[in-house]
């Protein structure tokens, strides 16, 4: 059952934020990215909702599970996403407006807050730095390819293995069914927005415990007051 934020609700101590689409809004460059990419490998995808799919998951593990592409296959086309996204479409993001005081507002609330995002660390930084937001954050962790770590679920699980073991009343704020996936995954409870790029029914669906439609809402939600 989704519970809707009503009112005070501040009983988690460690908080999981997914990225994109969370924090930031990077949509412009990943589907300007994506766009790049297909055209690259001569494929015409041009309708809006098999483009905005891009957005969250691992582009990859996407192409694979979306288009059939082999291992072989989405490496290939991945090196072009990577070859525009590292060159323009990364600076192509902005912070949502609000969400640097729904983290200042949660951060005074004494919690604890990491970045769990299935982007490789380099790009993440470059963008908590542009962005200037790493004192909101005690912990980032990102996807390592040469490690393996592709999915949310891994990203989360290496937390843990870092962090010494699941952290007690832990969370995880994400706008894709991925990011609730994979807090059931690791056995946290998970909190869906509604201004990223999923939707409720992807939220409801994928089973998330709480729907935060706004950045409002997602302050007093974990961080305690209205």
Excluded: W
């Excluded at 994979?182 to 201004?195: F, T």
């Amino acid at each position: 059952m989704i519970k809707h934020i009503s009112g005070k609700n501040s009983r988690y101590a460690s908080v999981f934020m997914d990225f994109d689409g969370t924090i930031a809004d990077t949509c412009e460059g990943i589907l300007n990215a994506v766009k790049h990419m297909f055209a690259k490998i001569g494929m015409d995808i041009n309708d809006e909702k098999s483009l905005y799919a891009f957005i969250g998951p691992p582009v990859k593990h996407h192409l694979m599970d979306a288009y059939g592409f082999s291992e072989e296959q989405a490496a290939g086309a991945y090196a072009y996403f990577t070859e525009y996204y590292r060159e323009k479409g990364l600076m192509q993001s902005r912070l949502f407006p609000g969400i640097e005081e729904t983290l200042r507002h949660i951060k005074a609330s004494e919690k604890t807050l990491y970045i769990a995002t299935s982007k490789p660390r380099p790009m993440v930084m470059k963008l908590v730095d542009a962005f200037d937001i790493a004192r909101y954050f005690d912990g980032v962790y990102c996807a390592d390819h040469g490690k393996g770590i592709y999915s949310k679920t891994q990203v989360l699980q290496n937390a843990f293995r870092d962090l010494g073991g699941k952290p007690e009343s832990a969370v995880m704020v994400g706008d894709r069914y991925h990011d609730i996936e994979g807090a059931k995954a690791v056995g946290i409870d998970s909190v869906g927005v509604l201004y990223g790029y999923g939707g409720y029914d992807e939220l409801v669906q994928a089973g998330c415990d709480y729907i935060a439609e706004t950045m409002r809402d997602l302050a007093v939600l974990l961080g305690g007051k209205e």
